[in-house]
RNA sequence: GCUCUGGUGGUGGAAUGGUAGACACGAGGGACUUAAAAUCCCUUGCCCGCAAGGGCGUGUGGGUUCAAGUCCCACCCGGAGUACCA
């Protein structure tokens, strides 16, 4: 019988589906214990997909695949494995959809999914579709929705390092105000007890804002005209946004933000803690930006003009403040229309609104020019009692440190820059020796090196950079001026969109102060609209939504025409970014259908966290750091248990696509030639071509005249009769006629085949580029695989037959356990071919054969598992243990090397002792050439190798 | 610029410091077949040679070692991330 694998997959997985063979319980203490109660357990996780309207392409199960055979693995080995599989929903994509075409986002996401989901389910999954999360759905998005008010109703308290109820910093504020706090907040407020108790609701609530995780801040974001919404910073790149590659701009604007910063220092330091790749935690960290320094005050001159007299400026190389020349504000400052002199005012503000209205993009572009204003103001340098000019100018970012730093041109390309273009001095105050000291008017560039020894610096002269920082740090605590200090590059993570796909916030506004709605009538619905595109007077889409105003006496959603700003009151318009949805969706999958609460603590206890995650790289300054976040969030309000979810992380490699071209002759249009046949490669044009009518980079020619109309007349010149088409590594999109659709592989060669073949490829970690012209190799050895079990017998297996058995265990385990999935299927085919050779179609060896095979290609398993006469699913068999001493071999071919040379192989019992293998060699006929004299040295490695010096 | 990656046959790729190129694709030759498909066998890094055999080979140049694709130093090229972050 031949290998039908058609058949044979529809069948098994209509088995798996009616006996539910993928179900996972939660242990004890669930419903169905009792299955799993005793097994260890074992968290297997994907990013789960947006199913967007194109379906999946080849590259998109990649890591599905890697994922399923670790957990189909693990599950052999015992294991109580959960293995789930969702939908981020909410986004986008959808919306513009809608926008374009006025299918609403909830219909087309629908399809999106089910076409997803057929595409899923013929690669053969072990999902357990019964903890299915959808980020649009309301039981789902219900726990996202109480996540962000937990976020409101909490503060981050920097003692207790973790975050702790308002409601305590309330009852704190009126003991002792802001006494003694030290909390995450926007500014930092002093206020005391009789203060806060004089203070009215309205203000109460305002100050509370200051320290609320989720708070609501005029901030400036990243605005994006054409999509009508703000963006994340890593939705931005170049000024552009990622999604569609619309213009972005600044712009000053009241939003939602997540206080992630409060847990900057903890997201660097659980780092450590977990195993990713190092470029992962490197971009990570790399992206929360910790720099250690120093916090310094200069006070201004005429203090009178300053509010305190003084501004801060944060600084890495306080060692250097012998060397400021100038200061240099944002344009933002809020300093700037305090200290500016009246004869520089005209000047500076022209500046400001110059650069207040220049783009991010501008920005981008621009970053090389120069430019900037003087105040007219200065400032005093505490340790030299200096008077030094204030600037303004764009280089100095707001969002940065306090907006303000002290110049070192002469340590700082970009001081030294500034100061150049604008002829202000430069004054060196590090050397690499103590007496290298030069006229900085010739240098070409900045020596930024921290490295060297101070010079011309007061007290820390002649002291090494390092000790000469302490040492001013210590200078300017003295003085009660600076104080040594942390900075984060990572900014708050802005939570507001101003769309309608997406989560609303359950949160309504009562005399422009925000108000949670009670958690128990949570989910808060996205309420339908008649319009998806913003209204006209700039709200957000849910600004169409009529039934969107919350009742507070009836506590519930009612007409907006009933808000009278008494007891109805109108419901916040913007929704919840993408990452919400994704950030906390690997707990849900714990205990998906909870109505009560998030998840159980009996769930989290039990399933902990993420053991495995599998997903791209592209995620890690996004949705990787919010999760985290989130996660440790959870787990200060006694949610989560550990405090990093995701123990283990993979990247699967992007799958590039492989394009195929045909030559035009630019002289004859109607003239394909052959690719070998070009001699200059000017006189033709290439073309894509669909690579569905090439096959191995033969050109089908009577499908290309069939493919485009103005083909059908084409004339070519062949190389052997052949059309050779050229080809080329991009990315995989429907433009380049490149994209490979799982589906077509599927019904052409099988999933299992797909599924060796995509692991085939090479290390799932490596960016590679789709080919199909590998797949039939893997599907003739699955052929082969099949053929084996025509002759099956009970006979007992002989050496040989075990050895390779014993070999491919091993080698098998070995590879899974490192995820070197390609090498595994090397081994697979070795094993076959050796046991193709033998004739071997004993049981004893095919059996766990096919245990190996289950988590790789599980039909074929299951089918030839049942067809030894096993009843139940190979999913629950055993993984093979090897046994070492099917593993010893009588004897060792030795290659015998001269002077590090290999010149011959020779083959000796694989006991043999150093002097005999020596002796085996002098005698070996081939070392008359090579061996003249005694040897003066031999290196022997038992089992391995002899090396003779001579 | 900085950080992280990677550089091995015609192609994808393999190699705990110990026979470089496993496994597979492609290509060439052959068997079976009326023919095709399927299957099977042989050859396939480059150079010299009829052969036996020899020389050269893992981006480049040095070094460590009995032995280097692998370790160290310097450099070249590709890919990704990030970018006035003081």
Redesign the pocket.
Same mark, same amino acid.
């Not at 100018?393 to 070192?408: F, P």
């Not at 490596?766 to 580029?769: D, F, N, R, V």
């Given at each position: 019988m031949?290998y039908n694998f058609g058949e044979i997959e529809s069948r098994w997985q209509n088995y798996w589906r009616e006996h539910g063979v993928y179900h996972v319980s939660n242990g004890v203490g669930s419903a169905d214990n009792h299955v799993n109660a005793d097994k260890p357990h074992y968290y297997v996780l994907d990013m789960f997909p947006y199913p967007s309207g194109a379906g999946l392409h080849v590259g998109h199960p990649l890591g599905y695949i890697a994922s399923d055979i670790y957990a189909r693995y693990k599950r052999l080995q015992g294991f109580n494995v959960l293995h789930p599989m969702g939908y981020d929903a909410y986004g986008l994509p959808a919306e513009q959809y809608a926008i374009q075409t006025g299918q609403h986002p909830a219909i087309t996401t629908e399809k999106n999914i089910s076409r997803y989901r057929e595409q899923l389910d013929k690669i053969g999954f072990s999902f357990d579709w019964d903890r299915e999360v959808r980020t649009c759905e309301p039981k789902y998005y219900k726990w996202t929705q109480w996540t962000f008010l937990q976020l409101f109703k909490h503060y981050y308290d920097n003692t207790a390092n973790k975050a702790l109820p308002i409601s305590a910093l309330v009852e704190r504020f009126a003991k002792q105000g802001s006494e003694g706090l030290d909390a995450a907040c926007t500014e930092v407020l002093t206020f005391s007890a009789e203060e806060w108790n004089s203070w009215d609701e309205a203000k109460q609530q305002q100050v509370l804002m200051n320290y609320r995780l989720a708070y609501l801040a005029d901030i400036p974001v990243n605005w994006c005209a054409e999509l009508g919404t703000v963006l994340a910073?890593?939705e931005v790149?170049?000024g552009l946004s990622v999604r569609g590659g619309y213009p972005v701009e600044r712009k000053l604007m009241r939003q939602w933000s997540l206080r992630i910063t409060a847990y900057a220092q903890r997201l660097v330091d659980g780092l450590e803690q977990v195993d990713w790749?190092?470029?992962?935690k490197?971009?990570q960290?790399?992206?929360i930006?910790r720099?250690e320094?120093a916090a310094v005050w200069f006070p201004i001159v005429d203090g009178s003009k300053g509010q305190n007299g003084s501004f801060e400026?944060?600084?890495?190389?306080p060692d250097t403040i012998f060397g400021v020349t100038f200061m240099?504000l944002?344009p933002e400052h809020e300093l700037i229309g305090q200290i500016t002199t009246p004869e520089q005012k005209a000047e500076v503000e022209a500046y400001v609104t110059w650069a207040k209205n220049r783009s991010e993009r501008e920005?981008?572009a621009?970053?090389?020019?120069?430019?900037g204003v003087f105040t007219g103001a200065y400032a005093i340098n505490p340790l030299t009692e200096e008077k030094i000019p204030i600037w303004v100018?764009?280089?100095?970012? +707001?969002?940065?440190?306090?907006?303000?730093? /002290? +110049?070192?041109p002469a340590h700082?390309?970009?001081?030294f +820059?500034f100061a150049r273009h604008f002829n202000l001095p430069i004054r060196q105050v590090v050397a690499l020796e103590k007496d290298a000291i030069s006229d900085p008017s010739t240098w070409e560039e900045s020596m930024d090196a921290k490295t060297g020894y101070s010079v011309n610096s007061g007290f820390v002269t002649g002291m090494k950079v390092k000790d000469a920082m302490k040492a001013v740090i210590d200078r300017i605590d003295e003085m009660g001026i600076g104080h040594r200090t942390v900075?984060?590059?990572l900014r708050d993570a802005i939570f507001s969109r101003q769309r309608y796909w997406g989560e609303p916030f359950p949160i309504y506004y009562k005399n422009n102060i925000p108000y949670s709605i009670p958690e128990e009538r949570l989910p808060l619905e996205l309420p339908e609209v008649s319009d998806f595109k913003p209204t006209a007077t700039g709200e957000p889409p849910l600004g169409h939504a009529q039934k969107w105003a919350w009742d507070e006496q009836k506590r519930c959603v009612v007409d907006k025409s009933l808000i009278d700003n008494k007891t109805v009151f109108p419901l916040e318009l913007s929704t919840m970014p993408g990452f919400a949805g994704s950030s906390g969706y690997y707990l849900r999958y714990m205990d998906p259908h909870n109505d009560e609460a998030y998840f159980s603590k009996d769930a989290v206890n039990y399933w902990q966290k993420v053991d495995l995650y599998v997903g791209g790289?592209?995620h890690?300054?996004g949705h990787l750091i919010y999760a985290r976040f989130w996660n440790k969030f959870l787990h200060d309000i006694d949610m989560s248990v550990v405090e990093e979810p995701f123990q283990k992380l993979i990247n699967q490699g /992007?799958i590039q696509g492989r394009s195929n071209f045909v030559y035009r002759s630019k002289a004859d249009n109607s003239l394909f030639i052959s690719k070998g046949l070009i001699k200059n490669m000017d006189d033709v044009t290439a073309i894509h071509v669909d690579i569905n009518i090439v096959d191995?980079?033969?050109l089908d020619i009577e499908r290309f005249r069939q493919w485009r109309p103005e083909f059908a007349d084409a004339k070519f010149e062949l190389e052997?009769g052949k059309y050779i088409c050229g080809w080329e590594?991009e990315k995989m999109s429907k433009s380049m006629f490149n994209v490979q659709n799982p589906d077509d592989l599927v019904a052409r060669y099988g999933a299992d085949t797909l599924r060796l073949y995509e692991m085939?490829?090479?290390?799932v970690e490596?960016?590679?580029?789709w080919?199909t012209?590998?797949?039939?190799?893997?599907?003739?050895?699955l052929?082969?695989f099949w053929?084996l079990f025509e002759n099956l017998s009970d006979e007992a297996a002989g050496k040989e037959e075990l050895k390779v058995l014993h070999q491919t265990i091993k080698k098998i385990t070995d590879?899974v356990e490192r995820f070197?999935f390609?090498?595994a299927?090397?081994?697979f /085919?070795?094993c076959v071919?050796t046991l193709?050779?033998l004739k071997c179609g004993k049981r004893e060896v095919l059996k766990p054969l096919t245990v190996l095979m289950a988590p790789f290609a599980p039909h074929i398993a299951e089918e030839l598992w049942h067809q030894m006469g096993e009843t139940n699913t190979v999913c629950d068999a055993e993984w093979p243990k090897y046994d070492e001493r099917q593993l010893v071999e009588d004897t060792v071919?030795y290659?015998v090397?001269f002077?590090?040379?290999?010149?011959?192989?020779i083959d000796l019992p694989a006991d043999c002792a150093q002097q005999d293998v020596l002796a085996a060699v002098k005698a070996a006929p081939?070392s008359a050439?090579?061996l003249t004299g005694e040897p003066k040295?031999v290196?022997f490695?038992p089992k391995?190798?002899i090396?003779i010096?001579c």
């Open positions: 031949d910073n890593d790149v170049n790749t190092d470029s992962l490197e971009i960290r790399n992206w930006g720099s320094g400026i944060f600084t890495t190389r240099v944002c920005r981008q621009e970053v090389k020019k120069v430019s100018s764009e280089y100095v970012l +707001a969002g940065y440190g306090t907006g303000a730093i /002290m +110049a070192v700082d390309s970009r001081d +820059a900075n984060f590059r790289a592209e890690a300054s /992007m191995n980079d033969v052997d590594v085939f490829l090479g290390p490596q960016a590679k580029p080919d012209n590998g797949i039939e190799g893997v599907h003739r050895f052929k082969k053929r590879d070197s390609n090498t299927v090397s081994t /085919m070795i071919n193709t050779d071919k290659p090397q002077n590090g040379k290999m010149r011959f192989t081939e050439k090579w040295k290196i490695v391995k190798i090396n010096v």
